[in-house]
């Protein structure tokens, strides 16, 4: 049974910083973090691939940075500089193919259950 666990959620004010991990109870080539705010459409955040190659969404870039521990079969998100607008469930998901934004979170066949993030302002 592969599994996805996220941890590191929590409140924080704005300009903040946390720190979310996913670990993966096995290998997968692309690992990435998605966000939904109530409302809105799940968005991809950041993502990974096994060779380190990230892309990020514009509205995280220079805030953002992912990383990966391919031994532990884990994706972590440094967030700084948090903002009111990043406030969202957040999701960690995997699949075994190419890594990148733009794709839907529906081609992302593995996910965690997520973990709340919300910064005030």
């Known amino acids: 049974q592969v599994q996805l666990q996220e941890s590191g959620g929590g409140s924080v004010q704005s300009g903040g910083s946390l720190r979310l991990s996913c670990a993966a109870s096995?290998?997968?080539?692309?690992m990435a973090w998605f966000r939904q705010a109530p409302g809105k459409e799940r968005d991809g955040v950041a993502a990974?691939?096994?060779?380190?190659?990230?892309t990020y969404d514009d509205s995280v870039k220079g805030r953002f940075t992912a990383s990966r521990d391919n031994d532990k079969n884990s994706l972590y998100l440094q967030m700084n500089s948090l903002k009111p607008e990043d406030t969202a469930m957040y999701y960690c998901?995997?699949?075994?193919?190419?890594?990148?934004?733009?794709?839907?979170?529906?081609?992302?066949?593995?996910w965690g259950q997520g973990t709340q993030v919300t910064v005030s302002s």
């Open positions: 998901a995997a699949r075994q193919s190419r890594c990148y934004l733009g794709s839907s979170w529906r081609s992302f066949g593995y």
């Open positions: 096995g290998y997968f080539y692309c």
């Open positions: 990974m691939d096994h060779n380190g190659i990230t």
